[in-house]
Antibody, heavy 115, light 109 residues
Framework: EVQLVESGGGLVNPGGSLRLTCVASGFTLTGNHMTWVRQASGKGLEWISFINGVTNKISYADSVKGRFTMSRDDAKNSVYLQMNSLRVEDTALYYC????????WGQGTPVTVSS | QAVVTQEPSVTVSPGGTVTLTCASSTGAVTSGHYPYWFQQKPGQAPRTLIY???NKHSWTPARFSGSLLGGKAALTLSGAQPEDEADYYC?????????FGGGTKLTVL
């Protein structure tokens, strides 16, 4: 069964950092595109970052560029999102999305940025 | 980055047909944008219905179909069911970047 499980969310002060993890099972990351998506409470989906499974090129939304870093560890079949200089407006549920044709979503991990 | 626009809300009668659209601020949506469609019900994670314009996953009900229509990506629901009431999002690829539409709230009434 293809599955994505996110972890690492929590409460952090503005300016702080968090590292999110997405562990994939039932498929290998190699060759598969992966992306991070977030959703603030009551709002729509917002794309955050994308890693091309073929070229390994990583891209970011303007709203997080320079603050967030996406990476991948094929040995652990995991992708990560390092989030630095967090702002109140980064508060959201963060989803990992991937596998063949973006068929699989995780259940999300909540991030709250507040003092 | 581009802006992707969807209808904020649409209502369809049970058994009726409705088309949701996804427009790009940069011009016509093409197959090169690899349009995706997602369904999200309250309190649940989204699920992927359509990929690469018109391809369905094994779990996608046959009543959903994707296409390009009038320069936009389109999601057509033929024979709406009460359980289809949900938020629907599209996304488009722009040379490595991804942009979501704002979502359409579909009411079956």
């Amino acid at each position: 069964e293809v599955q994505l499980v996110e972890s690492g969310g929590g409460l952090v002060n503005p300016g702080g950092s968090l590292r999110l993890t997405c562990v994939a099972s039932g498929f290998t990351l190699t060759g598969n595109h992966m992306t991070w998506v977030r959703q603030a409470s009551g709002k729509g989906l917002e794309w955050i970052s994308f890693i091309n499974g073929v070229t390994n090129k990583i891209s970011y939304a303007d709203s997080v560029k320079g603050r967030f870093t996406m990476s991948r560890d094929d040995a652990k079949n995991s992708v990560y999102l390092q989030m630095n200089s967090l702002r109140v407006e980064d508060t959201a549920l963060y989803y990992c999305l991937g596998a063949g044709s973006f068929s699989s979503w995780g259940q999300g991990t909540p991030v709250t940025v507040s003092s | 980055q581009a802006v992707v626009t969807q209808e904020p809300s649409v209502t369809v009668s049970p058994g009726g047909t409705v088309t949701l659209t996804c427009a790009s601020s940069t011009g016509a949506v093409t197959s090169g944008h690899y349009p995706y469609w997602f369904q999200q019900k309250p309190g649940q994670a989204p699920r992927t219905l359509i990929y690469d314009t018109n391809n369905k996953h094994s779990w996608t009900p046959a009543r959903f179909s994707g296409s390009l229509l009038g320069g936009k990506a389109a999601l057509t629901l033929s024979g709406a069911q009460p359980e289809d009431e949900a938020d629907y999002y599209c996304f488009l690829f722009y040379d490595g970047d991804v942009v979501f539409g704002g979502g359409t709230k579909l009411t079956v009434l």
